[in-house]
C-alpha cells in the first residue's frame, strides 16, 4: 500500500516516535512518503535514507517564545497556524490523488487529512492544559482541538487507558467519541540492551534558548558536588566535542547510537519533561528526575502528574537542587509499562487495518 505519513516539527519527538512505526511499514512492503519539515526531515532522511520518499512541508509557526509564556504566545500564533493548517490540506489532497496513495497517518499535523480515503491522527494531547487548571479555557481548548480534528477517521493516542502517563492531557475527555479514541500504548525508538549500568547519572540538557543556557548552568555549577560517573549531553548540535571535566564526561550532543548507548548505561536520567522523553524512559525502564522548561505548560503538567502519582520526581528550574533532586529520585516507582513499543505498533496497524492478523 501507499502511505502518506505527515508530522509536526516541533522538535524532535514527533519524528523519533514515530520511527517504529515507519521501520514497520517499510519492512512490511509499503510504499511510504514522508511529509515534514526542518530537523525532523533531516533526521528521519538520514535514518531512513532511500527507503522513503520525502516532501518537505511548510513549517507551523512555532508557538514556543523565550519572552512569552506558552498560552499567550499559542493564542498570538493561533491566526497563522490554522492558515498553514488551511493551505496543509489542499496540497496533501492534491498529493493523494496525484500519487494515488491507501492511507494517510498524521502525527500532529491537523491539516494532513483527506475524506476520499482512511485518515489517521496520532495524537497525544486533544487537551491542551491551561495556566492554573483554569477549567473553561480548557474544555474551550478540547472543544477547539475537536472541531480541528474530528475529520480524522481515529485519533491514536500514544499512551494507556488506564494508569496513563499523559493524564489529562488526552484523559477524562468531553468532547472526543470513545469509538474514536484508540490508546495503543507507548512509541519509543529506543530498545532495552542488555548492558552494564555504569554511568550514575545521565544529564540531557535541551529546550528553548534561553532556558536551555540557563539550565546548562546552574546543572554544571552543582556537578562538582555529586560522586559517581556522570555523563552530559548539551544538546548544541553542529561541531561535537567531547571532553572530561572531573567524574563528568560532557558531549556537545548525542548522536543516536551513542544516545541509546547512554541512556540503557544510565541509573538515572536528568531532562526536559518532554512527552516523547518520557515514554523513552519508560520503555527502558529507567528512573529520572524532569525538569520542566519554564513555561510549556504541558511539560510542566506532566511532570507535576507524574510526580503526584510516584512514577517520577521533577523539580521547576528556578528552584533547582541537583542533590536534592537525585536523592528524592531514587524513591519515586519510575513505570513498568504494560507493555512496550512493539505491542504498541501492532495495536496501530490494527486500528488502522494494516495488521498481519487481520
Known amino acids: 500500500m501507499k502511505i502518506f505519513y505527515s508530522m509536526c516539527s516541533w522538535g524532535l519527538g514527533h519524528a523519533t516516535r514515530s520511527l517504529p512505526v515507519i521501520r514497520r511499514l517499510i519492512n512490511e512492503s509499503n510504499e511510504v512518503i514522508i511529509y515534514t519539515s526542518g530537523r525532523s526531515l533531516a533526521l528521519l532522511k538520514s535514518e531512513l535514507r532511500d527507503n522513503c ?24 500564533t493561533a491566526p497563522a497556524i490554522l492558515n ?51 477549567l473553561p479555557a480548557e474544555i474551550i ?17 500514544p499512551d494507556y487507558e488506564n494508569n496513563s502517563l499523559s493524564g489529562d492531557l488526552s484523559h477524562n475527555l468531553h468532547y472526543f467519541n470513545s469509538d474514536r479514541v484508540k490508546y495503543i500504548g507507548i512509541l519509543s525508538d529506543f530498545e532495552q540492551i542488555d548492558i552494564k549500568e555504569d554511568i550514575d547519572y545521565l544529564f540531557s540538557i535541551s529546550g528553548p534558548e534561553p532556558t536551555r543556557t540557563l539550565l546548562e548552568k546552574q546543572i554544571m555549577s552543582q556537578l562538582q558536588n555529586l560522586k559517581g560517573n556522570i ?68 511539560q510542566l503538567y506532566l511532570a507535576h502528574h507524574l ?52
Open 53 to 76: 520518499e520525502f516532501i518537505a512541508s511548510t513549517e507551523y509557526p512555532s508557538p514556543y517564545s523565550d519572552k512569552i509564556g506558552f498560552a499567550l504566545r499559542f493564542l498570538k
Open 84 to 134: 498553514v493548517i488551511k493551505q496543509e490540506n489542499i496540497e496533501v489532497i492534491d498529493l493523494v490523488r496525484k500519487r494515488k496513495i491507501d492511507i494517510i497517518i498524521s502525527d500532529s499535523r491537523f491539516g494532513s487529512y483527506c475524506k476520499d480515503i482512511p485518515s489517521y491522527l496520532i495524537f497525544h494531547q486533544p487537551r491542551f492544559i491551561a495556566p492554573f487548571r483554569i
Open 141 to 157: 481548548t478540547e472543544y477547539l482541538n475537536h472541531f480541528l480534528i474530528n475529520k480524522f477517521d481515529k485519533i491514536i493516542i
Open 231 to 298: 555523563a552530559v549531553s548539551l544538546g548544541k548540535p553542529g561541531e561535537f566535542k567531547k571532553e572530561t571535566a572531573g567524574n563528568a564526561v560532557i558531549y556537545s550532543f548525542l548522536e543516536k547510537k551513542r544516545r541509546d548507548e547512554l541512556m540503557n548505561r544510565a541509573k538515572m536520567v536528568i531532562s526536559r519533561s518532554g512527552y516523547t522523553t518520557i515514554m523513552d524512559v519508560a520503555e527502558i525502564g529507567k528512573k529520572a528526575f524532569f525538569i520542566p522548561t519554564p513555561g510549556q505548560t504541558e
Open 307 to 358: 510526580k503526584k502519582t510516584g512514577k517520577f520526581y521533577s523539580q521547576k528550574q528556578k528552584n533547582i537542587d541537583i542533590n536534592q533532586g537525585l536523592e528524592t529520585a531514587k524513591n519515586y516507582l519510575g513505570f513498568t509499562p504494560p507493555w512496550k513499543t512493539d505491542k504498541s505498533v501492532e495495536n496501530l496497524f490494527k486500528e488502522i487495518g494494516l495488521s498481519r492478523n487481520e
